[in-house]
């Protein structure tokens, strides 16, 4: 399943991101922003348990989440997106996973993966700003996969149509969301319209 979460503040705050006329420091809060509304649409589904709390009027039954949320950044773009999402679910663990993309092959490398234990039990959400050939969502994906996780969401604020088809055969089990679905890659595999390099316009590395 994929999903674009089209919402007004999302679209104003991706407009500026995509103009190059945005610093650092104006990218990595819209960065930090988009990420913030989209965790509230992605966890629309969490399940919840029952649970008895005692109120100043007694005992109450009500519901709480019954699955710990695992973070997944993709170093290091997706790094950008964590704080805006913890704002929301501040008991969320955070693993990470690091892949870069060779620039001539355009092909992932693994080079970090640390997480916390019992993955397979919790609603893991694989972060990054750019879904581009999807090769980086792929390695990391398999790697959170064979750690033991069963319940992965895919979250990105840009994607390509390439990108996006490669996840979905490669993982129909990962259900993908987007901020925005734009029209291509070019001949080097930058997404278009895009972001630009996502990873160096946060850290203000060129
Ligand atoms: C960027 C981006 C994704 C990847 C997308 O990372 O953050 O991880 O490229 O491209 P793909 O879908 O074709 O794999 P990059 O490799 O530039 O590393 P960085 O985050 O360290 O800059
Ligand atoms: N990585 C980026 O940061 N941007 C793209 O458009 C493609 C890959």
Not at 135 to 147: F, L, M, P
Request: aromatic fraction near 6%; glycine fraction near 8%; proline fraction near 5%.
């Amino acid at each position: 399943m994929i999903t674009v979460l089209n919402h007004p503040l999302i679209t104003h705050k991706l407009t500026q991101m995509r103009s190059l006329s945005t610093g650092t420091k104006d990218f990595r809060q819209n960065l930090d922003e988009i990420a913030g509304l989209m965790a509230y649409e992605i966890t629309r589904d969490l399940k919840l348990e029952p649970v008895t709390v005692n109120t100043h009027s007694g005992p109450y039954d009500t519901f709480q989440l019954n699955k710990e949320v695992v973070l997944v950044p993709i170093l290091r773009a997706g790094l950008g997106m964590v704080e805006g999402i913890l704002d929301l679910i501040p008991t969320a663990k955070v693993g990470h996973v690091g892949v870069y993309r060779d620039e001539e092959t355009l092909l992932p490398h693994e080079y970090f993966a640390k997480f916390p234990d019992k993955l397979e039990q919790a609603e893991v959400l694989v972060l990054d700003p750019m879904l581009a050939t999807g090769g980086s969502a792929d390695a990391a994906i398999e790697i959170v996969k064979k750690r033991g996780a069963k319940t992965i969401k895919l979250v990105c604020l840009v994607g390509a149509p390439e990108g996006v088809e490669f996840i979905k055969e490669r993982h129909p089990d990962v259900d993908i969301f987007l901020a925005a679905l734009d029209e291509k890659l070019n001949e080097h595999g930058y997404i278009v319209p895009g972001l630009g390099d996502a990873g160096d316009r946060i850290y203000g590395t060129k």
